[in-house]
């Protein structure tokens, strides 16, 4: 299942988030400041296995790009 960021089905973004423990409340997801260390280290596991790179210029840190860009495919 583990592809590339780019070629994730809004379905398996959506199985990353829940297998994360990470679910929308009220209709928004939580911000990335708001997880727990624990929803946040799963998150890195599975941008390790997916072998993320945060973009070149990127201002912050490799979890955080990831979050951002599971959640523009769950969307």
């Known amino acids: 299942m ?3 960021v780019s070629k994730l ?3 398996e973004a959506k199985w990353i988030l829940t297998r994360s423990g990470i679910f929308p409340t009220f209709g928004k997801w939580p911000d990335f400041y ?3 260390w624990e929803q946040k ?3 890195g596991a599975f941008s390790r296995r ?3 790179r945060q ?3 990127a ?3 490799r979890m955080r790009y990831f979050y951002e860009a ?3 495919r769950a969307r």
Do not use: H, I, K
Request: proline share 8%; no cysteine.
């Open 55 to 57: 973009p070149a210029n």
């Open 2 to 4: 583990m592809t590339t």
């Open 70 to 72: 599971v959640l523009r």
């Open 9 to 11: 089905t809004p379905y």
């Open 50 to 52: 997916v072998r993320y």
């Open 41 to 43: 280290d799963e998150l």
């Open 59 to 61: 201002n912050g840190s």
């Open 34 to 36: 708001e997880l727990r």
